[in-house]
Every structure is written in C-alpha cells, then in structure tokens.
C-alpha cells in the first residue's frame, strides 16, 4: 500500500522559512518521479514543484521560482521541500504526490 506522510509545516511570518518532508513508503521510491502540490482555503489543488525519479530534473510554478527548493534521498524514501521567502499567498495543506496518491497534508500558515 502506497503511504507518504507529510510533516514540517507551521506558522510562519512572511519572510519567513519552511522546510517540509515526505517519508514514501509501498512502493520503489527512487524509481518514481514525485510531486508537490497545495491546496489554499476555498480552492482547488494547485501543483507546486516537480522533481525525476534520480533528482536530475526538478520544475516549478512560476509563482516559486527562486523561492522553493524540491528535493530527495532514496536512501531514506524522502521528498523535500525547502521554502523560503514564503508570502501569505503561500498559506495552504501542501501535501506530497505519487501519481494520484496523497498524503494526508501538512498545513502552512504564513501570517504576521
């Protein structure tokens, strides 16, 4: 069974730093390409970041460029996602993505 456990979110004033983790499990993480994607209050998913199976490609919406950082180790099943500058717009349940699969979210709160 696939399961992803998202972890590291919070409050945090605008400005500020994030860094969220995703432990994989049931399944061959470090064949599978994975995703970041956000959901804010009172809308739709939104996907965030991209990154390949070996690290080697990553991409983002435009509205993270240079702010947030995707990344992996297959060594320990782990996706992450280094935020910085984070923006109010930033605010939503950012949660981990393995094809359609989910975890259950972790929630971001940027807010002074």
């Not at 969220?20 to 599978?32: I, P, Q, R």
């Not at 070996?54 to 240079?66: A, C, E, F, H």
């Not at 349940?93 to 929630?107: A, D, I, L, M, N």
């Amino acid at each position: 069974e696939v399961q992803l456990v998202e972890s590291g979110g919070g409050l945090v004033q605008p400005g500020g730093s994030l860094r969220l983790s995703c432990a994989a499990s049931g399944f061959t993480f470090s064949s599978s390409n994975m995703n970041w994607v956000r959901q804010a209050p009172g809308k739709g998913l939104e996907w965030v970041s991209f990154i390949t199976s070996n690290g080697g490609i990553t991409t983002y919406r435009d509205s993270v460029k240079g702010r947030f950082t995707i990344s992996r180790d297959n060594g320990k099943n782990a996706l992450y996602l280094q935020m910085n500058s984070l923006k109010p717009e930033d605010t939503a349940v950012y949660y981990c993505q393995y094809g359609s699969t989910k975890g259950q979210g972790t929630q971001v709160t940027v807010s002074s």
